[in-house]
């Protein structure tokens, strides 16, 4: 039997109708759900009003629920931050309570990694046109991290926080999908994956109320990090990237400190203008690959298939790159690039240029020694 759950019968409120959606859904079949995180007001809504959802059905009701979150490894390091210690609560305070809730960062292989891409393969950084890091660094792991639940169960439903108020651009893509009786759509590019967006017809002024209303969220912790981050940065937030026809999200309070796909990272330049100065040099360099991208000669004349025309930057600007990655990461005074991401930056650089390990010797400059790991998997 339900507990703590109340539907109202007459003239039901938002809130109301979202409830009663979700609990039929849930109940409807015995398919896990994934809730698509981002860290923002409407993903953190969308897995409150879940969580809420289980905790209120008693344990022979609930089936698994997977709580998905995307960490590009370019986070904004406070943002990351953030998003692993969300992580963690709701993995902790699940497991103490013999919740079925699983949580976990999908993150991009070494193969996938932007600093890989971008420094050891030599990829321009990422614009309108050619956004190889949407691919790369948000859909294929999310993606992969769903469809390891789907080949466990069969099928899943994917639960979204997309909202019709969001955007025109959001409005009409969300009016062209045909909703099943339940308001699900198949996913375009997973079988076995249906799509549900509880909160589609959510005003952000009722996304507001909802959160700081219901602040604490039930799993622990407190949204006050992410109000706070909303109150000081401008930009739209940041959606769980799951196709190519998802705009990007460069600029947001959520995206990646990296993105060049923008003129400017507006969002940024507000985090500094409001006290987190030490995001500067974040941005210094993020300016300067964005600079860098239109210097011919940076490029080689040859592109990866022997064709003519602007390929991969050439060694010296590589080298220039990491060696500036590395002075940003003393000055902000966190991690940037991992050591198995220098460690595959060199490996490239071995194919493409390099006999003298000079990714490890910039490194060194810096007190690095990534070349440890090495011994570690021998």
Same mark, same amino acid.
């Given at each position: 039997?339900?507990?703590?759950?109340?539907? $109202?019968? $007459?003239?039901?409120?938002?809130?109301?109708?979202?409830?009663?959606?979700?609990?039929?859904?849930?109940?409807?079949?015995?398919?896990?759900?994934?809730?698509?995180?981002?860290?923002?007001?409407?993903?953190? &809504?969308? !897995?409150?009003?879940? /969580? *809420?959802?289980?905790?209120?059905?008693?344990?022979?009701?609930?089936?698994?629920?997977?709580? =998905?979150?995307?960490?590009?490894?370019?986070?904004?390091? #406070?943002?990351?931050? /953030?998003?692993?210690?969300?992580?963690? *609560?709701?993995?902790?305070?699940?497991?103490?309570?013999?919740?079925?809730?699983?949580?976990?960062?999908?993150?991009?292989?070494?193969?996938?990694?932007?600093?890989?891409? &971008?420094?050891? @393969?030599? /990829?321009?950084?990422?614009?309108?046109?050619?956004?190889?890091?949407?691919?790369?660094? @948000?859909?294929?792991?999310?993606?992969?991290?769903?469809?390891?639940?789907? @080949?466990?169960?069969?099928?899943?439903?994917?639960?979204?926080?997309?909202?019709?108020?969001?955007?025109?651009?959001?409005?009409?893509?969300?009016?062209?999908?045909? !909703?099943?009786?339940?308001?699900?759509?198949?996913?375009?590019?997973?079988?076995?994956?249906?799509?549900?967006?509880?909160?589609?017809?959510?005003?952000?002024? +009722?996304?507001?109320?909802? =959160?700081?209303?219901?602040?604490?969220?039930?799993?622990?912790?407190?949204?006050?990090?992410?109000? #706070?981050?909303?109150?000081?940065?401008?930009?739209?937030?940041?959606?769980?990237?799951?196709?190519?026809?998802?705009?990007?999200?460069?600029?947001?309070?959520?995206?990646?400190?990296?993105?060049?796909?923008? @003129?400017?990272?507006?969002?940024?330049?507000?985090?500094? +203008?409001?006290?987190? +100065?030490?995001?500067?040099?974040?941005?210094? /360099?993020?300016?300067?690959?964005?600079?860098?991208?239109?210097?011919?000669?940076?490029?080689?004349?040859?592109?990866? #298939?022997?064709?003519?025309? #602007?390929?991969?930057?050439?060694?010296?600007?590589?080298?220039?790159? !990491?060696?500036?990655?590395?002075?940003?990461?003393?000055?902000?005074?966190?991690?940037?690039?991992?050591?198995?991401?220098?460690?595959?930056?060199?490996?490239?650089?071995?194919?493409?240029?390099?006999?003298?390990?000079?990714?490890?010797?910039?490194?060194?400059?810096?007190?690095? *020694?990534?070349?440890?790991? =090495?011994?570690?998997?021998?």
């Amino acid at each position: 039997m339900l507990r703590n759950l109340q539907i $109202s019968d $007459s003239q039901p409120s938002q809130i109301e109708l979202t409830r009663e959606l979700l609990l039929t859904n849930y109940l409807a079949d015995n398919r896990p759900w994934v809730v698509a995180y981002s860290g923002g007001k409407d993903s953190t &809504l969308v !897995l409150q009003l879940v /969580y *809420e959802l289980i905790n209120s059905l008693s344990p022979e009701q609930r089936k698994p629920v997977y709580v =998905l979150a995307s960490d590009t490894r370019v986070e904004a390091p #406070n943002v990351e931050d /953030y998003l692993s210690r969300r992580i963690t *609560e709701i993995s902790a305070h699940a497991l103490a309570n013999g919740l079925p809730i699983h949580a976990e960062l999908a993150q991009p292989t070494m193969e996938q990694s932007f600093w890989v891409n &971008l420094i050891g @393969k030599g /990829y321009p950084p990422p614009t309108r046109w050619f956004r190889w890091c949407t691919s790369k660094m @948000k859909i294929k792991p999310m993606q992969t991290a769903i469809e390891n639940v789907i @080949k466990q169960y069969g099928s899943v439903i994917l639960l979204l926080g997309t909202r019709m108020g969001e955007s025109i651009q959001r409005s009409q893509t969300m009016s062209k999908r045909e !909703l099943s009786s339940r308001k699900l759509n198949p996913h375009t590019e997973m079988a076995n994956a249906l799509v549900m967006s509880p909160i589609a017809d959510w005003s952000s002024d +009722e996304v507001w109320e909802y =959160l700081f209303t219901n602040n604490p969220p039930p799993w622990g912790g407190s949204h006050d990090f992410m109000l #706070n981050l909303y109150r000081q940065a401008n930009g739209g937030e940041c959606p769980v990237v799951m196709d190519l026809n998802t705009p990007s999200c460069g600029g947001s309070r959520f995206g990646c400190w990296t993105c060049t796909v923008i @003129k400017a990272d507006k969002s940024m330049e507000s985090f500094i +203008e409001n006290g987190e +100065e030490w995001m500067k040099p974040l941005n210094t /360099y993020r300016n300067w690959l964005k600079d860098i991208r239109e210097d011919d000669a940076r490029r080689s004349p040859l592109r990866r #298939n022997g064709q003519e025309g #602007n390929g991969p930057f050439i060694a010296s600007t590589r080298k220039e790159m !990491l060696q500036r990655l590395l002075v940003t990461e003393q000055q902000v005074k966190q991690s940037l690039i991992s050591d198995e991401e220098i460690v595959e930056i060199q490996s490239q650089w071995n194919k493409d240029f390099d006999i003298m390990d000079s990714a490890f010797t910039i490194a060194e400059q810096f007190g690095r *020694e990534p070349w440890k790991i =090495l011994h570690k998997t021998q």
